[in-house]
């Protein structure tokens, strides 16, 4: 049985989420695909050991997290109850709504109703009286934004969370939600929104700007882009791949001839920085300051320590970041270029 180190805490760096208070780790522990129903719980427990004992503090969910919807925040319930009990005082466990969680008109969206009700059902799930983060997980243009920011307010006020979160809002959206936040005396603090190599959505719609205008940090999920910036598909599609298991999020589509060869050149590009492709990847969203932490899952507890061994080194030359642009958006650099 896996215990707890007491050196737990001397290689991980911890940011501040933009102008607050709070600090995560460079890498937190998204609790998504593999930590619901279909996975052993034996696995789900000694990865979030094996997280907490590298100094991976931070535990992300959302309510409909699994499969089945729930399922992931009963199974991080199971881990706190048995092995993290002690611990509850080192360690950000964060939640989200948003997305549809139960039939009917109330179970979906931005009301204050959907809102309150799930954070109840994942408190309940949970064994927790608090989380440390409630995100409202997508915006929803059917709600007044009053409304939502509002039930986010009065969830910190009941004490049934420390901190508001947004995720997958975009700048102009963003920037009318902190005002309403502010004007609640609402703790916000953190976005949390796809960024990658691959994705550069955040840089398009506002949001990595206003962000860092408006000092909120951000959580970056995704930033393996569902394993594809790792060596998992670098000769083809394994067997026991997300692809060919789940195939929700990650389609046999996606990994296109032009998708591969960009897969091979940034692989070449971080063996050439003395890193994996997935360790570079990690490292290329958090170059910058600005982003606070960066979401990852796992499927086997020895990958997170693997991934963790490339933040330290999160520097990039100029020339390498030009290479890396001209693989994902143009012809391919050669090896002179960099």
């Known amino acids: 049985m896996e215990t707890i180190r007491e050196e737990r805490y001397d290689t991980m760096v911890y940011r501040r989420c933009g102008r607050s208070g709070l600090r995560l780790p460079l890498v937190s522990l998204g609790m998504w695909h593999n930590f619901g129903d ?55 466990v964060s939640t989200k709504a948003g997305y549809g969680m139960w039939p009917g008109p109330y179970g979906d969206g931005g009301s204050r109703k959907y809102l309150l009700a799930s954070l109840d059902q994942s408190l309940r799930r949970m064994g927790l009286e608090y989380v440390d983060i409630f995100y409202h997980h997508r915006m929803d243009p059917e709600t007044p934004l009053e409304e939502t920011m509002g039930a986010l307010a009065q969830a910190v006020r009941s004490g049934k969370a420390l901190y508001a979160g947004l995720s997958n809002y ?54 393996l882009e ?42 070449e590009l971080a063996g050439q920085r003395g890193q994996t492709l997935a360790q570079m990847a990690l490292a290329w969203v958090l170059r910058e300051p600005a982003v606070t932490s960066v979401v990852v899952g796992a499927s086997r507890p020895e990958q997170l320590p693997q991934n963790l061994q490339g933040l330290d080194q999160l520097h990039f030359s100029q020339p390498e970041l030009d290479a890396i642009d001209r693989i994902v958006f143009g012809s391919l650099p050669d090896s002179q270029d960099i």
Do not use: W
Not at 64 to 86: F, T
Not at 191 to 201: A, E, G, I, V
């Open 170 to 223: 975009d700048g102009p959206t963003l920037e009318k939600a902190c005002a309403i936040l502010e004007e609640l005396h609402c703790p916000f603090i953190l976005n949390q929104n796809r960024y990658s190599m691959l994705d550069r959505t955040i840089e398009k719609n506002g949001l990595k700007e206003t962000s860092g205008r408006l000092g909120r940090g951000i959580i970056a999920f995704s930033p």
């Open 226 to 267: 569902q394993g594809l910036l790792s060596d998992r598909y670098l000769n083809g599609i394994p067997a026991d791949s997300r692809i060919c298991t789940d195939g929700r999020f990650l389609h046999r589509s996606d990994l296109t001839e032009q998708r591969l060869a960009q897969i091979r050149a940034l692989n």
């Open 38 to 92: 279909t996975a052993r719980y034996d696995t789900v427990r000694s990865i979030c050991l094996t997280a907490f004992n590298h100094g991976v503090t931070h535990f992300d969910l959302a309510n409909n997290y699994g499969p089945e919807a729930g399922s992931a925040e009963r199974n991080l319930g199971r881990v706190l109850k048995n092995e993290l009990a002690g611990y509850r005082d080192e360690l950000i």
